[in-house]
């Protein structure tokens, strides 16, 4: 029987069946031509049955591809499916075929509701047999499909793998590259085949597929494949019985074979019986064509989204128009390119295939060309070329009339209400807590992480550390909408959600550390309701925890969310109070922690000594009962840590330069300190330890090695005096502490140690004390930079006021 037949025939003698690849630009003209030409009375699509009623919103204005039927288990929404369609998609150009033409347009794929199911019973039937649960994990698949071509749904979470169709038709064709041949045979053909007739492609890949599934070439048949072609054939029986003007079918090409051939309603019904089922809603959502690529990680879709919807939008010479596109964008990014470059690249494409014996430039011929002329050979501005334009950060839209879960609507609203847009492209934001609608925003953002919801991560800010800046990095991805629609158990807006799933989060976190930091959290976000809770649990686990790590790792955070209160206006008073009794206890259990510690737990420990003396340093003079301010009481601990032999070097070494820092502790009593370590009586290994402490970590101990001779000595002699077979043991320790100085130290260093003890006082000494310093702060050197700070700050009138101290003070500086 003939194509033309066949249409004919669409009521008579059978259904018209357009087997299509899903999201291919040719399909989906063939699509379009095949139904005017044919005229049919009902238009049935694969898909989830469940979404006929949003049918209707694909004709909204407001609706534009791509976006995706999104459906999810109401009792676990973390189950998930998508079937993303663009506009060069087929089954959205049947849809909107049918709107246009008041045709009824029906979804045929086996319902949601069993297939969400299905997939949960092979999940819990997987984590009885290898003992890990899989629950949650399918919206992460979501659109892995198996590599079969034009034949499969767009469906999550199918982790079967099957042979692909294209590949197999193209080996059989005589081609290696299964996308190279699809755009030969189908992408670069005009309307309809060769001789006119619309439904000549669709007959020939009806064979072609019905042969690969003959011989087994095209994978096989797995279970769901029969499953859901039974459940088609019952729709299509169905459809045949309402409509007396024929019914039109588009689906992937694989179930073509199978929707032909003759079954009875009795065997297909029985193939159904059984089947587990669960309660499901669906809804319409925006999609990416990032997200619809392969390297997306969609299984069923094309390797180039972006050129795709080139090829099916532009009217007339695709080439070109590409090129032209492609010329601008470039052009975009401060490249010199002309319309030479692209009148040369044109003529390049097209004779690259004329020698690849193509019937048109294909993409491969356009990116060469574009290399070639456009890049200077360079695959470097050819990568931006791909991301942008061959892939695409184009993000759909969906009406609001769209079914949503609360969550959703009361998210969408703060997003207008914000002009904050949801973007494919990934993009900075710098926020100015200050500004009302700038804090608003980052709150949002910050309650959003709470939730699971990623659509921004915080990044450092440039050109300030001040508390009242926050930079994010947005990006809106399609499964955002999963992970809305899975928060919203835990409310019904955006601030009721967040609060609650902190108080949840406050009750089960494992450790002290969780609980400190969730403060900080609410406090960013703004839960002033569930700051309360988190506060309370909080006190009480600090109350019964007793190890002074925990109690050192949980003190940091809270002491951060402290600087938070002036800029978003939170009541940080409890937060004050229970991070000085957290301090208070750390420096009671410090000393006896830090007893008879081996390797990695000194080192561990180092870290919470440092953790710890940052968070004093913000906490400030706190009053501590009994003991003045908290500063004070812990240099009190520093100096304790410092002297006792029991405490690891590293650990030691690292007490005396944190007093040496804040001035507690004068030049030579650090040099007597370091004396004592670096004895002929300290062991080596720990001698080293010491230095590490001392002068490593990234704490700027190079820098003080270097204008500070006295102790370059003192590290120069006793190094020197290693004895051989135990300098090979503490060699490792050396390089790991002297490798973290920057270049230009190491320099320094090295020029110092070469020159000798006798010549370093005469290169650097400056003066009396300290060598390398003057004595007393010069204030007409200090003096110098001010008119270059006045140029930098602005004009005079302006310029920061000098105090009327020392002279060096710049005050009215924003920090």
Same mark, same amino acid.
């Given at each position: 029987?003939?194509?033309?037949?066949?249409?004919?025939?669409?009521?008579?003698?059978?259904?018209?069946?357009?087997?299509?690849?899903? @999201? #291919? %630009?040719?399909?989906?003209?063939?699509?379009?031509?095949?139904?005017?030409?044919?005229?049919?009375?009902?238009?049935?699509?694969?898909?989830?049955?469940?979404?006929?009623?949003?049918?209707?919103?694909?004709?909204?204005?407001?609706? !534009?591809?791509?976006?995706?039927? =999104?459906?999810?288990?109401?009792?676990?929404?973390?189950?998930?499916?998508?079937?993303?369609?663009?506009?060069?998609?087929?089954?959205?150009?049947?849809?909107?075929?049918?709107?246009? @033409?008041?045709?009824?347009?029906?979804?045929?794929?086996?319902?949601? /509701? $069993?297939?969400?199911?299905?997939? *949960?019973?092979?999940?819990?039937?997987?984590?009885?047999?290898?003992?890990?649960?899989?629950?949650?994990?399918?919206?992460?698949?979501?659109?892995?499909?198996?590599?079969?071509?034009?034949?499969?749904?767009?469906?999550?979470?199918?982790?079967?793998?099957?042979?692909?169709?294209?590949? &197999?038709?193209?080996?059989?064709? #005589?081609?290696?590259?299964?996308?190279?041949?699809?755009?030969?045979?189908?992408?670069?053909?005009?309307?309809?085949?060769?001789?006119?007739?619309?439904?000549?492609?669709?007959?020939?890949?009806?064979?072609?597929?019905?042969?690969? !599934?003959?011989?087994?070439?095209?994978?096989? $048949?797995?279970?769901?494949?029969?499953?859901?072609? &039974?459940?088609?054939?019952?729709?299509?029986?169905?459809?045949?019985?309402? *409509?007396?003007?024929?019914? /039109?079918?588009?689906?992937?090409?694989?179930?073509?074979?199978?929707? !032909?051939?003759?079954?009875?309603?009795? /065997?297909?019904?029985?193939?159904?019986?059984?089947?587990?089922?669960?309660?499901?809603?669906?809804?319409?959502?925006?999609?990416?064509?990032?997200?619809?690529?392969?390297?997306?990680?969609?299984?069923?879709?094309?390797?180039?989204?972006?050129?795709?919807? $080139?090829?099916?939008?532009?009217?007339?010479?695709?080439?070109?128009?590409?090129?032209?596109?492609?010329?601008?964008?470039?052009?975009?990014?401060?490249?010199?390119?002309? *319309?030479?470059?692209?009148?040369?690249?044109?003529?390049?494409?097209?004779?690259?295939?004329?020698?690849?014996?193509?019937?048109?430039?294909?993409? #491969?011929?356009?990116?060469?060309?574009?290399?070639?002329?456009?890049?200077?050979?360079?695959?470097?501005?050819?990568?931006?070329?791909?991301?942008?334009?061959?892939?695409?950060?184009?993000?759909?839209?969906?009406? &609001?009339?769209?079914?949503?879960?609360?969550?959703?609507?009361?998210?969408?609203?703060?997003?207008?209400?914000?002009?904050?847009?949801?973007?494919?492209?990934?993009?900075?934001?710098?926020?100015?807590?200050?500004?009302?609608?700038?804090?608003?925003?980052?709150?949002?953002? @910050?309650?959003?992480?709470?939730?699971?919801?990623?659509?921004?991560?915080?990044?450092?800010?440039?050109?300030?550390?001040?508390?009242?800046?926050?930079?994010?990095?947005?990006?809106?991805?399609?499964?955002?909408?999963?992970?809305?629609?899975?928060?919203?158990?835990?409310?019904?807006?955006?601030?009721?959600?967040?609060?609650?799933?902190?108080?949840?989060?406050?009750?089960?976190?494992?450790?002290?550390?969780?609980?400190?930091?969730?403060?900080?959290?609410?406090?960013?976000?703004?839960?002033?309701?569930?700051?309360?809770?988190?506060?309370?649990?909080?006190?009480?686990?600090?109350?019964?925890?007793?190890?002074?790590?925990?109690?050192?790792?949980?003190?940091?955070?809270?002491?951060?969310?402290?600087?938070?209160?002036?800029?978003?206006?939170?009541?940080?008073?409890?937060?004050?109070?229970?991070?000085?009794?957290?301090?208070?206890?750390?420096?009671?259990?410090?000393?006896?922690?830090?007893?008879?510690?081996?390797?990695?737990?000194?080192?561990?420990?180092?870290?919470?000594?440092?953790?710890?003396?940052?968070?004093?340093?913000?906490?400030?003079?706190?009053?501590?009962?009994?003991?003045?301010?908290?500063?004070?009481?812990?240099?009190?601990?520093?100096?304790?840590?410092?002297?006792?032999?029991?405490?690891?070097?590293?650990?030691?070494?690292?007490?005396?330069?944190?007093?040496?820092?804040?001035?507690?502790?004068?030049?030579?009593?650090?040099?007597?300190?370091?004396?004592?370590?670096?004895?002929?009586?300290?062991?080596?290994?720990?001698?080293?330890?010491?230095?590490?402490?001392?002068?490593?970590?990234?704490?700027?101990?190079? =820098?003080?090695?270097?204008?500070?001779?006295?102790?370059?000595?003192?590290?120069?002699?006793?190094?020197?005096?290693?004895?051989?077979?135990?300098?090979?043991?503490?060699? %490792?320790?050396?390089?790991?502490?002297?490798?973290?100085?920057? %270049?230009?130290?190491?320099?320094?260093?090295?020029?110092?140690?070469?020159?000798?003890?006798? /010549?370093?006082?005469?290169?650097?000494?400056?003066?009396?004390?300290?060598?390398?310093?003057? &004595?007393?702060?010069?204030?007409?050197?200090?003096?110098?930079?001010?008119?270059?700070?006045?140029?930098?700050?602005?004009?005079?009138?302006?310029?920061?006021?000098?105090?009327?101290?020392?002279?060096?003070?710049?005050?009215?500086?924003?920090?």
């Amino acid at each position: 029987m003939t194509g033309t037949d066949r249409g004919a025939a669409g009521g008579a003698l059978g259904p018209l069946l357009l087997g299509v690849r899903h @999201h #291919g %630009p040719g399909s989906a003209r063939a699509v379009r031509a095949a139904l005017e030409a044919a005229r049919p009375g009902v238009v049935l699509i694969e898909g989830p049955p469940e979404a006929d009623a949003l049918i209707p919103l694909a004709a909204d204005e407001d609706m !534009r591809p791509p976006v995706a039927l =999104l459906a999810h288990a109401v009792d676990e929404p973390g189950r998930s499916a998508f079937w993303p369609l663009a506009e060069f998609s087929p089954e959205w150009v049947a849809l909107r075929w049918a709107l246009a @033409h008041d045709v009824p347009a029906r979804f045929i794929d086996l319902p949601a /509701a $069993h297939s969400l199911a299905w997939r *949960s019973q092979e999940d819990t039937q997987g984590e009885d047999a290898e003992g890990e649960s899989t629950a949650g994990k399918d919206a992460e698949r979501a659109g892995e499909e198996p590599e079969a071509g034009p034949g499969d749904p767009t469906c999550a979470s199918a982790p079967e793998v099957r042979v692909d169709p294209l590949a &197999a038709l193209a080996g059989a064709a #005589g081609h290696d590259d299964p996308e190279r041949w699809w755009e030969d045979v189908v992408e670069h053909q005009g309307h309809g085949g060769g001789d006119g007739d619309a439904l000549a492609p669709f007959t020939a890949l009806e064979e072609a597929m019905g042969a690969l !599934r003959e011989t087994g070439e095209g994978g096989g $048949h797995d279970e769901r494949d029969l499953v859901r072609e &039974a459940y088609m054939r019952l729709q299509v029986r169905a459809a045949q019985r309402e *409509s007396a003007r024929g019914v /039109a079918v588009v689906c992937g090409a694989w179930h073509v074979p199978a929707l !032909r051939r003759k079954v009875t309603a009795t /065997a297909d019904r029985a193939l159904l019986k059984g089947l587990p089922r669960t309660k499901v809603d669906l809804t319409w959502v925006p999609w990416t064509y990032r997200r619809l690529s392969r390297s997306g990680g969609y299984g069923a879709g094309v390797e180039s989204p972006g050129w795709y919807a $080139h090829l099916f939008g532009a009217a007339d010479r695709p080439v070109e128009r590409w090129l032209t596109k492609v010329a601008g964008l470039l052009r975009d990014e401060g490249r010199t390119v002309s *319309s030479a470059h692209v009148i040369e690249a044109v003529r390049l494409a097209g004779t690259l295939a004329v020698l690849r014996g193509r019937p048109l430039a294909g993409l #491969g011929e356009t990116t060469d060309a574009v290399r070639a002329v456009m890049c200077d050979g360079s695959d470097v501005p050819l990568a931006l070329v791909r991301d942008r334009l061959v892939v695409g950060d184009v993000l759909g839209e969906v009406p &609001a009339g769209a079914p949503a879960v609360p969550l959703q609507r009361d998210l969408a609203r703060l997003q207008r209400r914000l002009r904050l847009k949801p973007e494919a492209r990934r993009r900075e934001l710098e926020l100015d807590l200050r500004k009302d609608t700038d804090a608003s925003r980052g709150r949002l953002l @910050h309650r959003l992480r709470l939730l699971g919801v990623g659509w921004g991560e915080p990044a450092a800010s440039r050109g300030s550390t001040g508390t009242f800046r926050e930079t994010w990095r947005l990006r809106w991805d399609p499964e955002l909408s999963v992970r809305v629609a899975e928060a919203g158990v835990w409310g019904t807006t955006v601030l009721a959600a967040a609060t609650a799933k902190a108080e949840a989060d406050a009750v089960t976190a494992r450790d002290l550390a969780e609980v400190t930091a969730l403060a900080e959290r609410c406090l960013l976000a703004g839960l002033p309701d569930a700051l309360t809770p988190v506060m309370r649990i909080l006190a009480d686990r600090a109350a019964l925890d007793t190890d002074v790590g925990h109690l050192a790792r949980a003190l940091p955070a809270l002491v951060r969310s402290l600087r938070y209160g002036d800029v978003r206006g939170t009541d940080t008073g409890a937060l004050a109070e229970v991070a000085a009794g957290l301090a208070q206890r750390v420096f009671v259990g410090l000393p006896a922690a830090c007893a008879a510690l081996d390797t990695d737990a000194a080192d561990e420990m180092r870290g919470h000594v440092d953790a710890v003396h940052g968070a004093v340093g913000l906490l400030g003079d706190t009053p501590a009962p009994g003991h003045g301010g908290l500063r004070s009481r812990w240099q009190e601990v520093l100096r304790t840590l410092s002297a006792r032999d029991l405490v690891p070097g590293v650990v030691r070494g690292r007490a005396v330069r944190l007093l040496l820092d804040d001035g507690v502790l004068a030049a030579d009593e650090a040099a007597r300190f370091m004396g004592l370590a670096l004895s002929r009586g300290t062991p080596p290994a720990d001698a080293a330890a010491w230095i590490e402490g001392f002068v490593g970590g990234g704490s700027g101990g190079g =820098l003080l090695l270097l204008h500070d001779e006295r102790l370059l000595a003192l590290v120069d002699a006793w190094l020197t005096g290693v004895a051989a077979e135990a300098f090979t043991d503490v060699l %490792p320790l050396l390089r790991r502490t002297f490798a973290a100085y920057e %270049p230009g130290v190491r320099r320094g260093l090295g020029e110092l140690v070469r020159r000798g003890p006798g /010549a370093r006082g005469r290169v650097t000494t400056a003066g009396p004390g300290i060598p390398g310093f003057a &004595a007393d702060l010069d204030t007409e050197r200090a003096d110098a930079v001010l008119p270059v700070v006045r140029l930098l700050l602005g004009p005079e009138g302006k310029a920061p006021a000098r105090s009327g101290t020392d002279g060096n003070d710049l005050v009215g500086v924003d920090a």
